[in-house]
Nanobody
Framework: QVRLVESGGGLVQPGGSLRLSCAAA????????MAWYRQAPGKPRELVAD???????NYAASVKGRCTISRDNGKNTIYLQIDNLKSEDTAVYYC????????????WGNGTLVTVSS
């Protein structure tokens, strides 16, 4: 089994910054793409950013220029730095990973809440 453990959420004022972390733990051979998704109240879950095993990155238009996704393959961990936070960034942020075990499997974290409010 594989667990994705997110951390770093919280209450931030508009214009502030936050860094989220997601660590993969368990038994697996390797990890392909890892990603951050978010789901705001009453809205569908959406991709924020993803990063491949060779550090190719992809960002949603809504966060491009304000977000940086990074990865430490040695720690099986990804990070999401969000700057100039806006109220519309308020959401539960979920980590997602494609993991090689006997087959390619996908996993979700439980989510971490980010609230942007003054």
């Amino acid at each position: 089994q594989v667990r994705l453990v997110e951390s770093g959420g919280g209450l931030v004022q508009p214009g502030g910054s936050l860094r989220l972390s997601c660590a993969a733990a368990g038994s697996f051979f390797s990890i392909n793409t890892m990603a951050w998704y978010r789901q705001a109240p009453g809205k569908p879950r959406e991709l924020v950013a993803d990063i491949s095993s060779i550090h190719n990155t992809n960002y949603a238009a809504s966060v491009k220029g304000r977000c940086t996704i990074s990865r430490d393959n040695g720690k099986n961990t990804i990070y999401l730095q969000i700057d100039n936070l806006k109220s519309e960034d308020t959401a539960v942020y979920y980590c997602h990973a494609e993991v090689w075990r006997s087959t390619l499997e996908t996993y979700w974290g439980n989510g971490t809440l980010v609230t942007v409010s003054s």
